[in-house]
């Protein structure tokens, strides 16, 4: 199920890459309020670290995209950017999944 989510994030950041609201302004803070609410529960879906470098994906897929009319910046470079501060928001989920399944091991019960 793990790679179920993966594939639905990356799903997500094609068609935002490829999506004609993606240079509009409101539609950039919906974009930032959405991520700060996803990212951890996506770290939590997957609970593992290498979900740490997925936010990286989409700015290696973006290269492609080049730069659109009016940015001084490329996609993949305002991705890249972007992935940092959403690697630190997956985090959390991530720390709080370690924790429920040491937690769950210690009982002994396993989750799965």
Same mark, same amino acid.
């Given at each position: 199920?793990?790679y179920?989510w993966?594939?639905? $994030? %990356?799903?997500?950041?094609?068609?935002?890459?490829a999506?004609p609201?993606?240079?509009?302004?409101?539609?950039?803070?919906? %974009?930032?309020?959405g991520?700060a609410?996803?990212?951890?529960?996506?770290?939590?879906?997957?609970?593992s $670290?290498?979900a740490l470098?997925l936010?990286?994906?989409p700015a290696l897929m973006? &290269?492609?995209?080049?730069t659109?009319?009016?940015? +001084?910046?490329p996609v993949?470079?305002?991705?890249?950017?972007?992935?940092v501060?959403?690697?630190?928001l997956?985090?959390?989920?991530?720390?709080?999944?370690?924790v429920?399944?040491?937690?769950s091991?210690? +009982?002994?019960? &396993?989750l799965t």
């Open positions: 199920m793990r179920g993966v594939a639905l $994030y %990356l799903g997500l950041h094609v068609a935002l890459i999506s609201l993606a240079s509009a302004g409101r539609f950039a803070l919906l %974009l930032l309020a991520a609410l996803v990212h951890p529960l996506l770290g939590f879906a997957i609970g $670290y290498w470098l936010p990286f994906i973006a &290269l492609p995209a080049g659109p009319d009016g940015s +001084e910046w993949s470079a305002s991705l890249a950017f972007l992935a501060f959403q690697s630190v997956l985090v959390p989920g991530i720390v709080a999944r370690q429920r399944d040491a937690a091991c210690e +009982e002994g019960r &396993l």
